[in-house]
């Protein structure tokens, strides 16, 4: 009875903070929008100056965000290989379980840039940071891949989801080959990065308050670059590399993630005494 | 004798030859009624690198718009004996 309890509390008070960090996220993004990030640029010389330090801005917001989180006790993690990420110029790529994901990457990555939402450029309250930030919008096809060939020339690196959107949990991944044809393009190394959360949490299509039976454990695990070039040696046509790259990734990561599956005990059934402690 | 060389089986042909080699395909999902991009999982950027390699086949400058209303490999010939009747009669 005792431990139904617990484990209730321990349900509720990571939905309110599920909750809270909707809200606290909402807000703070809204509110470092109109204040932090103009006044980043207003202070600074030029355009290239600006991104570098509201890039840098946004890593640490990000990595407060994690804190907070993590803090609350909504989750926990742990991060392997994470030195790779600094080198610069870098393809890298996600696959994407979780709602948070771009979180942590934005945090542990440093100078780097993503793709997000178009519709963005016509919020007024963001059209400006992403602008400034330096960050592309999702537009299809040539543009896009020529548009994140052009980030990566300029050095920073470059953050990916080629699954697109979150994955369907329970289904195989699927990813798209618009980051092969990135890779293919700017010659930029690949820098594969396997996230795996050991329950399903804030997945596709998930409501925010169903938060899982306990509490969630991340793995980030930085892979060993990949020299995209290679695919497309003795005159490959890009369609047939970026399908073989893509082929690759996959196996990549769906190797990663049953090997952390695999390595990870079964809370539910042999530790209860652990999820105890996480309302305590 | 032209309008022979053409003729739909064998632009399908060699339409299935180069969607084979190009994406890796197995030649028997390639059939008139597949769809390009639900059935064959060819992709926008794939599309280009399809139109350069029609090129070859037709000999002749292939403009993108007019492969925009193609779907299925059906709609790929067509589109190719359209481009090779034109040449024919330029």
């Known amino acids: ?63 407060l965000f994690i804190w907070f989180m993590r803090t609350l006790g909504l989750f926990t993690y742990e991060l392997h290989g994470l030195e790779r990420l600094a080198r610069p110029g870098q393809l890298i790529v996600a696959n994407h379980p979780t709602l948070i994901d771009v979180v942590f990457m934005l945090w542990l990555t440093p100078e780097v840039g993503c793709v997000v939402k178009r519709a963005l450029w016509r919020n007024p309250a963001l059209r400006w940071p992403v602008i400034w930030a330096g960050y592309i919008p999702n537009t299809e096809g040539a543009q896009l891949v020529q548009d994140c060939a052009q980030l990566l020339a300029g050095g920073r690196s470059l953050l990916v989801f080629p699954e697109g959107t979150r994955t369907v949990p329970g289904r195989p991944l699927a990813l798209k080959r618009g980051a ?48 995209a070039h290679r695919y497309s040696v003795g005159g490959v046509p890009n369609a047939l590399a970026a399908r073989r790259l893509t082929a690759q990734l996959s196996a990549h990561f769906t190797r990663g993630i049953e090997a952390v599956m695999r390595a990870q005990p079964d809370v539910t059934a042999t530790n209860p005494p652990e999820i105890q402690s996480a309302s305590l | ?71 299925t490999v059906g709609d790929v010939v067509a589109a190719v004996r359209e481009l090779m009747r034109n040449e024919t009669a330029a």
């Open chain 2, 1 to 71: 004798m032209r309008v022979s060389m053409h003729s739909e089986e064998e632009v399908f042909g060699q339409v299935k030859r180069v969607l084979a080699e190009l994406f890796e395909l197995p030649p028997e999902r390639i059939v008139p009624d597949a769809n390009l991009y639900t059935d064959l999982d060819i992709d926008s950027l794939d599309a280009i690198d399809l139109i350069l390699e029609l090129k070859q086949i037709t000999g002749r400058k292939v403009q993108p718009e007019q492969f925009r209303h193609v779907r």
């Open chain 1, 1 to 63: 009875m005792e431990t139904r309890l617990r484990t209730w509390l321990d349900r509720g008070s990571r939905r309110c903070g599920t909750g809270l960090s909707f809200v606290v996220f909402g807000l703070g993004g809204t509110v470092l929008s109109v204040t932090l990030f103009p006044i980043l640029r207003l202070i600074s010389p030029n355009r290239a100056v600006a991104q570098r330090r509201i890039n840098g801005a946004m890593r640490r917001v990000m990595g």
């Open chain 1, 180 to 227: 092969a044809q990135v890779a293919l393009a700017s010659r930029a190394d690949v820098l594969p990065v396997t996230i795996v959360c050991d329950v399903p949490f804030l997945t596709k299509g998930s409501h925010w308050y169903r938060v899982p039976p306990r509490r969630p454990h991340f793995v980030i695990t930085v892979g060993q670059p990949i020299p």
